[in-house]
């Protein structure tokens, strides 16, 4: 399985990005998605997640209301949707696949290369 993230760039805050990762592999549409992010300096942490249909999706506290995580199981894509973006949104966001342990925010088995978001105040 490989992920390729893509959509990151430089917004004003309360501004929006898109933020998209295809997919390779017959197992897409049986496979959980996530989407995490790392601010420099600090750890990685859960941003979102959607199930394999796309029936169920789960988000951080922080980003509730503001992010929306969909996918396209036709396409092999799965998208976050960032809307009234905040300075401390700023951070790598990476595409993950295939929970191991712990889903939605645990452990996954793939990750992406992931992609730049940066929010300017």
């Known amino acids: 399985v490989q992920l390729q993230a893509s959509g990151g760039g430089l917004v004003q805050s309360g501004g929006s990005l898109r933020l998209s990762c295809a997919a390779s592999?017959?197992?897409?549409?049986?496979?959980?998605m996530g989407w995490f992010r790392q601010a420099p300096g600090k750890e990685r942490e859960f941003v979102a997640a959607?199930?394999?249909?796309?029936?169920?999706?789960y988000y951080a506290d922080f980003v509730k209301g503001r992010f929306t995580i969909s996918r396209d199981n036709a396409k092999n894509w799965v998208y976050l949707e960032m809307n009234s973006l905040k300075p401390e949104d700023t951070a790598v966001y990476y595409c993950?696949?295939?929970?191991?342990?712990?889903?939605?925010?645990?452990?996954?088995?793939?990750w992406g290369q992931g992609t730049l978001v940066t929010v300017s105040s």
């Open positions: 959607i199930n394999w249909s796309g029936g169920r999706t």
């Open positions: 993950a696949t295939r929970s191991i342990a712990g889903f939605p925010s645990g452990t996954y088995a793939y």
């Open positions: 592999g017959r197992t897409f549409s049986s496979d959980n």
